[in-house]
């Protein structure tokens, strides 16, 4: 079983702004961009890679570059961090017009995740409960899909997630504007682990992966 590494709160600059935000002021930030996504788009067009995992993955290799999207709660109450933290995400069924939650582990290789989603995918995509492989490990976070429109805003209204510190993200309809191809990201996370700045150098480092996706094809 993963464990999550206790924070040294002695040295750890967020501190005060933990606290604040845990404390006197709980609430979450959202943020919601619409991003170029058109060299990715036809390199996943160019593959045999399925767009929705790719974006899965992208998504989740950046949650696993900082710490503050892998914070979570020690048994004591105490800040920590996951060494990893895996994505849980969305599968449709259309004749239930309802969704299951599926999880697959993160692996830094792409193409052995995409294969693993892929069969999580299809294997959930007739579930009929919410957690088709059960209870889902604590070091996950959640990715979910509105592909039926775009859309400029997206925000959650969670009651009671005071402790609920892994993001949360909602990918939207691709639109196309002169010539080229956006992807509707919102992004939401609890401001006691990060703030705007963290929030876009997530953003800003998911547009470089749209913008170079060699990855695709690797």
Known sequence: METARPIDLDTWPRREHFD????QVPCSHAMTVDV????????????T????????WALASLVNRHAEFRLTLT??????VWDVVHPMFTVFNPDRE???ASWVPYDADFARFHDRAVRALADHRGATSMFPQGPPPANCFDVSSIP?????????????????????????RYTERAGRTFLPLAVQVHHAAADGFHTARLVNEFRELAAD??????
């Open 148 to 172: 039926w429109t775009a859309f400029s805003g997206f925000n959650l209204q969670i009651d009671g997630a005071s402790e609920h510190f892994l993001p949360i993200f909602t990918l939207g």
């Open 213 to 218: 996706p060699t990855w695709v094809a690797g």
């Open 36 to 47: 170029d996504v058109t060299e990715f788009a036809a390199a996943l067009r160019a593959s």
């Open 75 to 80: 048994d004591a109450g105490e800040p920590a």
């Open 20 to 23: 604040h935000y845990r404390d």
């Open 49 to 56: 890679h399925k767009t929705y995992v790719a974006q899965i």
């Open 98 to 100: 309802t969704f299951a």
